[in-house]
């Protein structure tokens, strides 16, 4: 019943920066708790960042300090500004959605995209 589009992923140096874009569609955008994960080739998928229906935003360590998660509630948008990217970002970057939870849980979330790849040269 939710789709997510991502969108914004590319080539990057080390040190730039990407905003990375979700589109939401399907459901109410209020009602969901929007992550962003990432799994690079070998490694299991791992949690970014997300954004709470009421505005709570958290971080993993490793993207903490140098990542903004946001949301537009009007445009259904869940947005992740990266900066001082790292070679160890390189990964596909996945949009998903917790229906009426908050979770750093892979599993508990219900909807997901398609992914965006992002690689950061060296």
């Known amino acids: 019943q939710v789709q997510l589009v991502e969108s914004g992923g590319g080539l990057v140096q080390a040190g730039g920066s990407l905003r990375l874009s979700c589109a939401a569609s399907?459901?109410?955008?209020?009602?969901?708790?929007m992550g962003w994960f990432r799994q690079a080739p070998g490694k299991e998928r791992e949690f970014v960042a997300y954004?709470?229906?009421?505005?709570?935003?958290f971080y993993a360590d490793s993207v903490k300090g140098r990542s903004t998660i946001s949301g537009d509630n009007a445009k259904n948008t869940v947005y992740l500004q990266m900066n001082s990217l790292k070679p160890e970002d390189t990964a596909v970057y996945y949009c998903?959605?917790?229906?009426?939870?908050?979770?750093?849980?892979?599993?508990?979330?219900?909807?997901w995209g398609q992914g965006t790849q992002v690689t950061v040269s060296s």
């Open positions: 954004i709470s229906r009421d505005g709570l935003a």
């Open positions: 399907g459901r109410t955008f209020s009602d969901y708790t």
């Open positions: 998903a959605a917790a229906l009426l939870k908050i979770t750093t849980i892979t599993s508990q979330y219900d909807y």
